[in-house]
Structure formats: C-alpha cells, structure tokens
C-alpha cells in the first residue's frame, strides 16, 4: 500500500515533525545537510544543539531513491571510528569521528540484543501502511581530517531492506555497490541476526557506517488529493511510528 502526505520538502516534513514532537519528547534541533540549499537537500532532526552530533540518533528526513516524489523518514545512528585510531589522526575534525561510549550507536546494538528494538518494531510495523525499511551504508576512512560523512562518498556501499510482517522477517531490496566488508548483510534475515553483524563492523577501526529504520511516503498530487488513501500528517507519523524509535534519540 502507498502512504501520501500533504508535506513537500524534507524541510517542511522536519519542521512540522519537530512541532509535534517537541510537544511530546523535548527541545530538538533541525539541521539541514546543505545549508545553502535548504528547500532541496535532507534534513535531520537533533536532540541537541550540539554540531556535528554524530553521537545522537536523530530523525532522518530525505528524497527518495530516484524522483523527488516521495520522501523518506525515519532513526538515524551513526558508528564512527574506533579510539586506537585516534592517535593517528589527531587533528581536531579527525577528533570528532571518533567514537566513545556516548554514542548511540553502542545503545542500538544492546537494545537489539536485549529484546527492545524487537519488540518495539514488531509492536508497531503491523500496523503501518507501508513497509518499514531498513538501510544500512558506509564505507572506509582513510583520514579522518579531510572526512565528511554526509557529503557524497565515491566509495560508499548501501544496502536496503524491507520489513515483511507476515513472516518478521527482512528481505533484500536493493544493493548499491556491494563490498566485502559489508558481505554479513547478505546474510541478514531477522532482527535477530543485527548485533552480531554490527558488533562486527563497530570491530573494524576504519569503517564509518549509517544505520537507518524509516518509511517512506509520496508527496500528496492535487490530481490525486480524492482518490488517495491513507493520507498521513505529521501528528500520525509521530504517533504511529516515529515515537516509537524515540528513545533512541540520545
């Protein structure tokens, strides 16, 4: 099934999610990716003021895959460079990719241990009116000092997956640039299956990766406004999907 909103933009979609959940959950921070195309570029909802916040998970906002017909939303958790690094590359930029154990990335893979995330996700992916995907990217640092993460990488792998209900299980949708060290991801089939596989990469001192757990849905057409069905606005993702990740803002 295929889920409309009336929002346009990932910027507009932010905006109107932090109306609704500032209410609920605290003070958070809109950032956008490129600040001098804010109308066109994605966006992030931060639970500090603090930049850049790697360590936080935030709410993701973007295009979708190829037409900005649709747009994509959803947590967001970074894992940076491992500390034996450090010393190698101690510029201050360089310093900031470094993880400790702060950063929600080192939540994400105990709650998926403990049973949280899983229970979360299967208390709520039922009920949503369009699948919840899971995207999993990244590729290596070679210096950290000249690093960005959020620019476009010419070495970047991307893998997509899609929640199936039916069987609680992930099926694969999509790979762009696949690459050995990303191979365990092939293999991947429940939620089950996910700390291991990212205890293995948070192992690999040089591997930057993005976690993502979202939904998509398509920019409402006024050609379409009576026919469309489920029409969502930003008080339903919050409560029927985003407060669910929430705890996993910090």
Not at 194 to 212: E, G, Y
């Amino acid at each position: 099934m295929t889920l409309y909103a009336h929002l346009r933009t990932p910027r507009e979609t932010c905006y109107a999610i932090e109306r609704v959940a500032e209410t609920k959950f605290g003070k958070l921070t809109p950032r956008p990716w490129d600040i001098y195309e804010p109308d066109t570029t994605s966006w992030w909802l931060v639970p500090s003021s603090d930049w850049p916040a790697y360590k936080y998970g935030k709410f993701h906002f973007d295009w979708g895959e190829d037409e900005r017909d649709s747009i994509f939303l959803g947590l967001y958790i970074e894992k940076g460079l491992d500390p034996s690094v450090s010393s190698v590359y101690s510029c201050p930029k360089g310093l900031r990719h470094i993880m400790h154990n702060d950063w929600t990335w080192f939540r994400l893979i105990r709650d998926l241990e403990n049973g949280q995330i899983p229970q979360k996700v299967k208390s709520f992916a039922s009920d949503l009116p369009t699948p919840l995907e899971l995207i999993v990217d990244g590729g290596y640092v070679q210096d950290p000092c000249d690093f960005d993460p959020y620019a476009p990488q010419l070495q970047w792998h991307q893998y997509l997956f899609e929640w199936d209900t039916i069987s609680s299980r992930f099926v694969l949708k999509s790979q762009q640039s696949p690459a050995e060290v990303f191979g365990a991801l092939s293999q991947l089939r429940t939620l089950d299956d996910l700390p291991s596989i990212l205890r293995a990469f948070t192992s690999n001192a040089w591997l930057w990766v993005d976690f993502f757990m979202g939904i998509r849905f398509q920019i409402l057409d006024a050609d379409l406004s009576k026919e469309a069905t489920p029409v969502w606005g930003a008080s339903d993702f919050w409560a029927n999907f985003l407060c669910h990740l929430s705890p996993w803002l910090i």
